[in-house]
């Protein structure tokens, strides 16, 4: 069974600086996509990035950027010039590559944005 | 919006009850996947279904049950209600092949009083 672990329950950032969020999992399959997910007050799961295993190149969606560390199974999200608007649970997610897979989440990391 | 609806968005019952949350998919979407949020076990998977037939099982209890009806809309029943079944249900969906992102929808808020 895949694992998925958050170590920072909390986050909080100045507005325009960056934040990076970590994430481990724990797997033996080698294909597999992993995900950050927001989930802002709402209560809306947003996807904010994808990463699939089989590529070396760290996804990269506008201001938010992964460091993936495929061998040391680590998927951290750095956010640049942080917005009040990210202000949101963050959950990072593992997939396996097989049709339909569920999703694994790990348990969230609150951050916040200070003005 | 994710184009995955949800029914209803508030949902308040007692202990013992039973109660059905429902589901539509984005168009053209095959599959459909079932979660909870408790602030206990955080987000974990239940069902999936995949055009009517069920896919996988993940932590789902013995009172829930799902199905998925030919219009491919889904439907989340749980019976005998406890405290500890109060959360958040998401439904999301995706086209159901590798590779598929999954949208989701707003959820159903379940307190059970």
Redesign the interface.
């Known amino acids: 069974a895949q694992t998925v672990t958050q170590s920072q329950p909390e986050m909080s950032v100045q507005e325009a600086e960056t934040v990076t969020l970590s994430c481990t999992y724990d797997t033996s399959e080698n294909n597999y996509y992993l995900f950050w997910y927001k989930q802002p007050p709402s209560r809306q799961m947003i996807l904010v990035i994808r990463q699939e295993a089989y590529k070396q190149q760290n996804a990269t969606e506008n201001r938010f950027s992964v460091n993936f560390q495929k061998a040391a199974k680590s998927f951290s999200l750095k956010i640049s010039d942080s917005q009040l608007g990210d202000t949101a649970m963050y959950f990072c997610a593992f997939m396996k590559e097989t049709s339909g897979s569920r999703l694994t989440f790990g348990e969230g990391t609150q951050l916040t944005v200070n003005p | 919006d994710?184009g995955v609806t949800q029914t209803p968005k508030h949902l308040i019952t007692a202990t013992g009850q039973r109660v059905t949350l429902r589901c539509s998919p984005r168009s053209g979407d095959l599959?459909v996947?079932w979660?909870q949020q408790s602030l206990d076990q955080?987000?974990?998977?239940l069902i999936?279904y995949?055009n009517g037939e069920e896919?996988?099982k993940?932590n789902i209890l013995e009172r829930f049950s799902a199905q998925q009806f030919p219009d491919l809309h889904s439907e989340l029943n749980l019976s005998s209600l406890e405290l500890g079944d109060s959360a958040?249900y998401?439904c999301?969906s995706?086209g159901?092949?590798?590779?598929?992102?999954?949208?989701?929808g707003?959820?159903t808020?379940l307190t059970v009083l």
């Open positions: 994710s599959s996947y979660y955080g987000l974990q998977f999936q995949y896919r996988a993940g958040l998401f999301a995706s159901g092949g590798v590779n598929n992102e999954q949208f989701f707003p959820g808020r």
